[in-house]
Every structure is written in structure tokens, then in C-alpha cells.
């Protein structure tokens, strides 16, 4: 399976997503923001960091980029985009999904583990995965989830909440809520479930070393249902 | 000419950073302050003489690029 | 342009004599730009005039030592291909006028001076010591400090982790600051700041020069107009997004070979850069400032020199490199810019406007710089203090216990971490919380381990043997996690040279490190020295911070202090003598200031610090913590607290006192878990090593640490640990 | 009632923002653009009647917290 990692200026989650990729069998290429064409691949993924400094709001800017047309494009037509952390935030700015990530509610950056429940199993990216509850890592200043009320219900509707932040028990409530985000909202689907943008960092839980290795489950789930 | 304007979070949208600078306040003894919300205020410099076209402009990035619509209102003074 | 004299170089910060000689090197008066580029050179900062004298003393030379002091950074070896390039540096009195900027600057300056030399950083710490938590501005320059470096190292994708922060009164005016950064290199491909060839281009990249940080000393009323006051930004603004685009395209141009020496442009900008890139070249360099990238229009040959816009380095290219290297910066959006030439001259030569501005012998500048041999006063060993048992009568173990794990000095500092990046870059197997902090050498088994310490309790209490032990502390802070101490650097902030006290406090403290280290094999390979933290007379304790850096060969063999399983058995490594006076139980509980820090016995620290090494080599050691602030108890509770376990302890067979038995301070101390069938072994490693040790007690599933006469939750300590911050903040 | 004000960056000083701003704007094609600075805006609800002891308050609290006057300047509106 082909993958391809969009570097904008600030990335910095580039390198961790490439290795995590590649350890689990993806074919990784790495792409430079200001190149307008991304080669024939399976998947595409944008990565955490800092987009652009994230200054304005995080992810704007590289949501007026050159490549960011190119993954437009490549989803429209149905193609796997993952946006992780910063990835998420571009692509909420870009419209491919609802809403906005705000700063976290008691303003700070957050860098810990937490649990995530995975809400829909019914897509490329949690298919066949044999756990409900994953234990991931965040790293981020404005993963405080919020959209519209209509924007809720159509998600809702259409089963387009993809993870939500828990507690080690499955259940979702204010303490199990890291930063604030609407309905503990931690990642979210576009209609059609092609496009994933979640705040936790798979890529940061691949060995038993790291933080945990919940990030490996996702990975190896993800190939295997794409091949 | 120099445009200047502010974007304000949509009434309703939670703004923890004007949330947290009340608290402060309140906690310095400015036991008066009910409430405190913050924005962003932007000064461009547009290479245009005629105010009304400049101001078209400024409204067209704003809606583009300065705002996010979606929890956000500009303001152009 | 205004004619230089006496008062203005007073008001650039020089002495009177100090003009007298530039006047008599020069043989004339300097004009602005070169009076400015004096006191820049010969303020303390550059020159370390008062320093010098003394550093010279420090430990140096090791086996893995590949560049010591002298450099942007030192650099060690760690087998194969790889060496690690690391410094600390403080950023003290710009965070206490600008917390958020002046910690995130901090940041960035320390990071540059590590990949200057060609290194991708791979791990940040700081050191942060603030005023008394009641203090009204304590909370607000932690909350800014906590932010910036956050701020700043998150962005950039470096993991922080690791430090340490304090309270302590003595700083409520001058708050202090440290950053430190390591970086990986390889071993063939490490860039130094010395120049070397003629005629080769001079080369100016990343952002442009504004009018930030120009010596507040130096606006002297005389050089500016009414405007002085729009003119005088002294605090740099950061742009962590603009360092990270340098970073790449620093090591980008660094793959291939047209780079014959880089320098950050940190103090004293361009000026220093340059001078240094020369002198150390033993050339001379000419300048063309009219081509130097200004963000602002009509800067002065005096502003651009002395600016201290953030983000920019200077480069000395081969020839003919030039469109090579520019379309790397190109790519990456920075500015880039032939500014000058390495020339023969031995000067310094500034063009601006097509006239020449400055010339300068490089030697005066450098070279001639003054060196002082200042006066100092030595610091007398106090008297120990007659603790009597009418002192412990009223208390209770368990009420003292969770009052020191509740004191801001020991409390979990969790609040800051959280905010810190620590996992970024997929390879940090120690996070903060523990002894060191532990990050893999990417893609091997090998991982490095990292702490910072100090003690400035200790240091004003007797700077000698405050100096030797936070060398010591540093040494057991890496070998707890299991690595092999390398060599360390050194940040040591005082207060008034000038005062025969402060450099009394600075001259021991100097000792004590050079002969801890030495002793111990830990060589300094890098440091910074920041004077003058004081307000209003009142100046700090004296505060040298250590950064220890160590190996793991096999990161596998990584040690961690929570206790891992019920039934082992613990043990204190080293003797405890009950030495009370400067403890936090002294102070805190007993409200006793006064004494001498413990003593310090650099045959034991090596014996029991070797001895352990050997321990964990032969994996005989489930679980490490050395025995610091707060004493064994305390140091127990941690582990207790993070393995969510709890231990029986045995009845003391000592003669000293429980309280000195369990909260003195003696040195050299390490908390062990052992597994029961190891435990002989272990044993007798330790016999044969003559290394003392005492029996504590064993493991327990329960939730708590049972003393002969009385039974403490785990759960209710770590309350205490984990709240006090926590609060504190949100109050 | 309430009281608005900018908290800006005083001439010289580096904005990072503001330029990454302007190089956005450029770059989506408002090449007429030449100079964007962003800074602060905000709207403190301030208990109190009278206009002008509303707006010494906060003109105590721009200098207390709400800017640094190292490096920013405040602007009742
Ligand atoms: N400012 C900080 N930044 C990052 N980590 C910190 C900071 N302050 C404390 N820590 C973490 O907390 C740990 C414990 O601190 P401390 O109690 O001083 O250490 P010890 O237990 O070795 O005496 C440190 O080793 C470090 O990992
Ligand atoms: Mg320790």
C-alpha cells in the first residue's frame, strides 16, 4: 500500500508518522507543500506540527496552500485522507470536515495519554479492529472541538463522530474530557468516511517503549483493510 | 491605506483565553469585572487609495482568510 | 553623527578606564558604531571578564569529550557514528520583564547554539526558579515562563524532557531561567564557528534585522531623539516557526560540504557573530551592512551591529557556493544575503552607505578584552546545629511526610510538563517525572539520559560544597535511570561580581564543580555564566545549574523509579548519617535555616554511583531512585506513589533518631528495588564494593507504607504530591 | 457597562503572525497587500456606571495584565 505525507512548512510530526508508517508496511513517500502534484498512492496524511507557525488560526494557512487543492481533489474522488492533530485542524479549515478546533479550554498545551472510544467501526479506518477503547496520546493546544448544532446532529445522524475522548471504562464524560471539545469529540469523519481527522497521535504509540501501543493496532488494522 | 478591524467570536461560542483573563482580573481584586471576551484586531496596509475599495477588499479577506466564519464575526472599523 | 565621550560610554555600561583603553588601543576616539561594538564585546556577557579568570579551573578533558568549552556547544561521543552536542544557557532578566517571550527566546537561542554546530536537537530541558509562591508575581512569570518554553520548543517538534523548578524567595526579583538543548551529530560532520580562508564569502540568513533588543544600557538619551522611546524594544520577540524553517534548512545546506564555519547571532547579534567567526579564525572581516535584510527602514550601521533580532546566523561559505546555498534558503522562505568577506587584515572593516563605518582590530576586541581578578570572600563552614529531641517531640512521621511532599520544592510538577511536548519525535522512553529524562538515539539500542540540577540552599549555605553537589546530584539523577554519566554543562547565575561576596559565592561554587567533576570523570563541556541577577541590592542565592548528560547502550536496560513488584525487597544504598541542617525537613518543618549542607564524599559518591552502574549492568535492579530533597522517606514515597504500591518498612537498627534516619540529607544515596532472589547477589556486589547499605523492607500490594508505629496511605500522599501545584495554578 | 480595546505591538517590535498573515494574503492573491500586524481586541463588562470610571479601570488593568508595556501599547476605544 502507497502512502503519501504532506510536509508544509512547520510540520513536525512528519518524520514520526513516516517511520510509524513504513514500520507497519506502508510504502511512504514524503511530499513537499509546494509541490502541486501528489503521486498515485493509497492514503494520504497530514501530519501534526505547526503548519505555517499556526499563527491566524491553527491551520489556516496551510489550508490556502498549493498541495492542499490536490488533496481536495483526492478525496473528492473518494481517496483516504487522515489528518492528525494539525492535520485535522487544516482539515477543518478547509471544509473537508465540519467545524473548528478551538484552544483548549483551560488554555494550555496538554501532552498526556488519554483513552479514546471508537464510535463507528463501519469505515476503512476502524474496521475489523478488535478493541473499542484505544489508549492514545495528545500534544496540542487547541483540540477543543466545537461546530454547530445542526452540524451535531447531522454528524450524529450519520454516525460521522469517529472517536470520542473516555475514561478506561468506555465512558464519556466531563473528566474523561482533556480540553473541552463538544460532545468529548476527539476525531471526526466526512460523509462518505473517507476522510479521518482525529487529535491523538497514533504515530507516537508504536512500541512498547513509547507511551503505549495502542497507535500499532490502528496502523496494522488500517493496512489490512486497505489491501 | 491602513484598514483596521477585529474579529470577535460568534455570541455563544465559548472563549476560555477571555474566561481565564476574568478570573485573573477578579483574583487581582478587579472584583467588577463581569465579563471579558477577546478578539483579534488586524491593521492592513492596502497599496489603495479609495477607502471604499479598499475596504472591499479587506471584507473579501476576512471572509477568505482572517475569519473563521463559522464561530467568528469581523469588524471592519 | 554624535561625537563619542566619556558619559556616552558610561551610559554603553563601560567603565572609565575601560573607555581610556579603547582610546588608547585605537589611538583615537571610537565614533558610535565602534563605542557599541566595545561595550558589546567587553560587557560581561561576551567577555566573561569577570569569569574568565576563574573557569579556566573547570574539568575540561575526557575520553568522549570531541569539543569542550568554547564552542556554540560541547560535544561528546557515544560509539558508532554518533556524538551529542549540548549547552544550557540562561535567559534571566528578559523573562522577568517578558515571561512568555523571554523564556520562548531563551528557548530558541539554546536551540540554535545546538544546531549552529550541525546537529538536529533532539531533546530540551530547563531549569526555572521562582520567587516565594506568595509572592504576587510568582504565579503570573511561572504561568508566562511555563508558556514560553512550551510555546516555543512545541513548535519547533523538539520533546522536552526533563527539568527542575524551585521556589525560593531570593528570587523574588530576578527570577531565573535555564534552557538547555542536546543535539545529534555525527561524528565527521560537526561545524565549528572558526573561519578560515581568504576572500570567502560572508553570508547573512534567516530573518531579518529589526531594531529588537538593542542594549537598553546603550540608548543613551544622547544617541536617539524624542522617539526613543518607539525605538526601544528591548525584549526580542520569538518566531519559533522561522527557527524551524532555519533548523531545516541549516542541516540541509549541512549535507553537503560549502559550509567553512557557522555562528549563531545571539548576544550582541551580528557583532559578536562576526568577531568571534574571525578571532578564532585568526583573520579579519569586512561588512557591507547597506546588504544586511532590515525589517525596518533607516536602521543605523550602530542598530544594525547590536540588534539581537532573533533567528539569523552567519555564514562563512566556500567559493562559488553561493546560488547553491541560497536556493536552500530560498525554499524555505528565509531571507539570504552576501554580506562580506573573510580578509587578512586582522580588523574588523564595516561598510555602510559606500563609507566605511567601523575599523577595528579584531584583538581589541577579543583578545584585549578585560579580564578582572576580582575581589572575593570566602564562605566559612557553618556551624552544625544541636538538634535536640524537645525538636521532634510534637511531630508525627506521617504529618511530616505529607507536608514535605506538598512543599513546592518536591511536589509533583506535573502542571508544567503536561505542557511541555514530551513524545514528539517518537522517541522519548522516559518522560518527565522521573531522575532523567531518557530519549533514543533514533533508529539504534542507544538512548541518552539527561537531568538538570542545582541547589542553591546548599550554595549559600557553603558554596564549596554546594558546587561539588550538584555535580554529584547530577551524576546520581543519570545513573538512577541506568545510563553511563558522560560529561555535563553548566549554567551558574549569580548575583554582583563586584560585591567581594557574590564572587566569593561564585569562585567556590566553580571549585567545588571542577573538583567534583574531575573526580568523578564528568567534564564540563559547556556553560554560560550569568552576573548580576539582583534587584534593588538584593541579590540571588547563588544558583549554578548542572546538566548531565549520559549513555545507555542498550536502551532496554532503561531503569525507572516506580516499584514494579509486590514482594521485592528495597534497600538504601550509601550511609545515612541524620544530617538535618539545610534539609527541607530543617527548614520546612522545623523552621531551622541555619547549618552546613551535607557533606559530601567524592570517594563514596564514585564508590556507590560505580558499584550501582554495575548493579543494573548485571540486571540486578528493579527499580532506582536516588535519595535527594526530603530524604528516604520521601524518596520511597515517589516510587510508592508512581508504582501504585506500597511497602512494610522494617524497625530501624540504628542509633540515629527516626527523623534523621528518615529525612536527613546525606549524599550519595540511592533508593533500590531488588526481586528476592537477586537480593544475594546483590549483596554481595555491594560487600565486595564496600558499599553500605541498609535493609529498608519489602513490597506490598497494599496501598501503604506501614512503619513499625504507624500506617500512611499511598493514596492520601499522593495527594499531597500531585495537588499542591495543581492548585496553586488554578487559585 | 462595557469597554473595548486593542492591545497592539509597539512599532519595531517583531510579528511574527502579522507577517505570516501578509505572506498568506499575498500568496491567495491580494498582492496589494503590504503590510499586515494583528494584535488584540477586547471587550471588558465592567460593573460600574459612570464612562470614565469604567475606563480608568481598565486603563489600570491594560497596565496590570492586559499588556505588556515592554513591548505592546493599549488603546481604549
Ligand atoms: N521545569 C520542568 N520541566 C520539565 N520537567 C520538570 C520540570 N520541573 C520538574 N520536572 C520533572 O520532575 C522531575 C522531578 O523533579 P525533582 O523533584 O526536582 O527531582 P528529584 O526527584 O530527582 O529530586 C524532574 O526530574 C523532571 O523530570
Ligand atoms: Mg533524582
New binding site residues.
Partial sequence: MKSSVIIFPGSNCDRDMDVALKKFGFENQMIWHNDAKIPKCDLIVLPGGFSYGDYLRCGSIAGKSKIIKSVIEFAKKGGLVLGICNGFQILTETGLLPGVLQQNKNIEFICKNVFVKINDKNNKYFKNIDKDILELHIAHNEGNYFCSKDELKMMNDNNLIAVSYCNNNGEINERSNPNGAIKNIAGIFNKEKNILGMMPHPERMIDKYLSGEDGSIFFKNLLNNLK | MKIKLTVTLKNGVLDPQGKAIQQTLNGMGFSNVEEVRQGKYFEVEVNEKNEDKAKSKVEEMCKKLLANLVIEDFKIL | MTTVNEKIAIDHGLKKEEFKKICELLNRTPNLTELGIFSAMWNEHCSYKSSRKHLKNLHTKGKRVIQGPGENAGVIDVDDEDAIVFKIESHNHPSFIEPYQGAATGVGGIMRDVFTMGARPIAN????HFGSPQHKKTKNLLRGV?KG?GGYGNCIGVP???????FDESYNGNILVNAMTLGLVNKKKIFYSKAAGLGKPVIYVGSKTGRDGIHGASMASAVFDDQIEEKKPTVQVGDPFTEKLLLEACLELMADDSIISIQDMGAAGLTSSSIEMASKGKLGIELNLSKVPCRENGMTPYEIMLSESQERMLIVLENGKEDNAKKIFDKWDLDFAVIGKTTNSKKIEIYFDNEKVVDIPIDFLAENAPMYDRKWKKTKLPQKIKFKKDNFKSLKISDCLKKLLANP??????W??NQ?D?TVMGDTIQ???????VVRIHGTEKAVAA???SSAVYCFAHPLTGGKQIVC?SW??II?VGAEPIAITNCLNFGNPEKDKNMGEFVECVQGISEASKYLNFPVVSGNVSFYNETKDKGIKPTPSIGGVGLLKNYKNMIT?ELKNEGSIILVIGKTEGHLDQSIFARNILNEKKGPPPEINLFNEKNNGTTLMKLIDKKLILSC??V???GILT?IS?MCIKGKKGVKLNKLKTLIGKYEYFFSEDQGRFVIEVSKTNFKDVENVLKESSVHFDELGVVLKDNFIFLSDDKISIDELAKHNKNWLMEYMVQ
Fill in positions: 530541558l530547563n531549569s526555572i511555563v518554553i522536552t524532557i526533563g527539568g527542575q523548578t524551585s520544592n518536591i511536589c509533583e510538577k506535573k508544567i510538563w511541555y514530551h518522560k518527565p517525572g522521573g531522575d532523567a529524562g537531568s538538570v540540577d546530584e546520581r539523577n538512577s523509579m531512585h536516588d535527594s530533597l526530603g524518596t515517589k
